[in-house]
């Protein structure tokens, strides 16, 4: 992998290079080395022109100050984008492999003033009705199921063995989603967050969405999906599908993040591995510093202006699309020397102001236990791959590993049911259900774990 370090100059596939109006966030470029692409973009000052895709331009904000000062003004600065000037005047390609990120949905991500209040109290109360040790115990059930699969072969991949699919598994729980519609989520998500076949992603999403809401309409139970649905704002159906959509997305992919970049640093720098802490300190201090200096949505946060503003010195037009780094601004220079006063919470990965993620104490516990499960079934575990060999997934939104190899001591697996094989080709989602078709995996991960948890 190539560090800022590397790069004599600006970047390759910046302006200078190009030609083109802004810096390319997207490629393999960026995805190996973020850092000196942040780098060249604080020489415009804190916020600077980007490309999230071919035809689709944005600003993005570097500096932690003028983030803030973004995420905390929703009058100046307001979220739906049905505000934007180049997607109204046709300037944006309709098949943009980002578009499913950035279009408007009737969510509380996407809405402003008291349409956002309603929808986020509903988010939020929801929210608050969690059982936490139920959830814990839960986690602790699927991550022994998913550990298990791997555990007697002493190797494994991190990413597509455990961590893409523990959130997924819990959630499924949390929002009551059978087995034929939560492993559509997984392709669905995935495809809008690499860009790769995001229409069709997104399509298998929304329809598997609206099947688990119908379900719900039909069979409420104890989990967030029908809380939302009982909530006092009386949520329609349409509303009801992008609150999920939202929900699911912003858990399961930023988890998946934190899980696979945290164990990175246990198992990679020389600051975690024998350290003289308890794992369970080890491991909060690990996903505090993943938080802090590679934050699993990097950027993201579209904001646009209600009319033309200035944001510390460079100047904003109304309707054009202003995205918060994450990444550049939790790890701002001008942060360096504060950092060390600054609250261990005071990093920007759960965002900030009115949007600030309402589930980050859900997220946290969830990425700790199945981390401290991890660690303590198998001990000795360690990276398989010189951590040079290790690769990013491409994308302007995310902060991902493609894999994470393992190697460990082979432990005899007390199960002898018929179970899915993990890091098999469905397992590693290079088989994904296309066009929301489940029958093409006949055994999938959510009933591999319920037949497991019956034994």
Not at 28 to 42: G, K, V
Not at 130 to 155: N, T
Not at 158 to 165: E, R
């Amino acid at each position: 992998m190539q560090s800022h370090s590397e790069f004599q100059g600006p970047p390759p596939g910046c302006p200078a290079h190009t030609g083109g109006e802004g810096v390319p966030l997207h490629g393999p470029e960026f995805a190996a080395a973020p850092e000196a692409f942040y780098e060249h973009l604080r020489q415009h000052g804190p916020s600077a022109p980007v490309e999230l895709a071919p035809g689709v331009q944005a600003t993005l904000v570097t500096d932690y100050a003028a983030a803030l000062r973004v995420l905390q003004n929703p009058d100046t600065f307001a979220r739906d984008p049905r505000r934007w000037r180049a997607l109204n005047e046709g300037q944006v390609p309709l098949d943009s492999p980002v578009l499913p990120m950035m279009m408007y949905r009737p969510n509380s991500l996407f809405s402003d003033g008291a349409v956002h209040l309603r929808l986020r109290q509903a988010v939020t109360d929801s929210l608050a009705r969690i059982d936490m040790h139920r959830m814990g115990r839960h986690v602790d059930r699927v991550a022994s199921y998913l550990i298990e699969q791997f555990s007697s072969r002493g190797k494994a991949d991190l990413v597509s063995d455990f961590a893409q699919w523990l959130p997924l598994l819990v959630f499924n729980d949390l929002f009551g989603c059978p087995a034929e519609i939560g492993d559509r989520l997984v392709f669905g998500f995935s495809g809008i967050f690499d860009g790769v076949d995001a229409e069709k992603a997104n399509e298998v999403l929304t329809e598997s969405i609206f099947e688990l809401v119908a379900l719900k309409r039909a069979n409420p139970g104890d989990d967030v999906t029908s809380w939302l649905m009982q909530h006092q704002a009386q949520l329609s159906d349409e509303e009801m599908i992008h609150q999920l959509i939202m929900l699911i997305g912003a858990g399961a992919e930023p988890m998946q993040n934190i899980i696979s970049s945290a164990l990175r640093l246990l198992l990679c720098d020389e600051k975690y591995a024998g350290g003289q802490h308890s794992a369970g300190v080890l491991v909060d201090d690990a996903i505090n510093d993943v938080l802090w200096n590679s934050p699993p949505i990097a950027n993201y946060a579209v904001h646009y202006p209600v009319s033309d503003v200035e944001l510390s010195g460079n100047k904003l037009s109304a309707g054009d699309p202003v995205m918060i780094s994450f990444a550049a601004a939790n790890t701002d220079p001008n942060l360096s020397v504060g950092r060390q006063t600054l609250s261990k919470r005071a990093h920007l990965a759960w965002g900030a102001g009115p949007h600030a993620c309402p589930a980050k104490d859900p997220a946290l516990l969830i990425s700790v236990q199945a981390i401290e499960k991890l660690l303590n079934v198998l001990p000795d575990i360690e990276l398989g791959v010189p951590e040079e060999s290790l690769t990013w997934r491409p994308g302007p939104f995310h902060r991902s590993l493609n894999a994470l190899p393992a190697r460990f001591t082979p432990v005899r697996s007390e199960y002898r049911g018929a179970v899915p094989t993990a890091g098999g080709e469905q397992a590693a989602g290079n088989a994904p259900v296309q066009g929301g078709n489940s029958k093409s995996r006949k055994s999938s991960w959510w009933s591999g774990f319920l037949n497991w948890w019956k034994v």
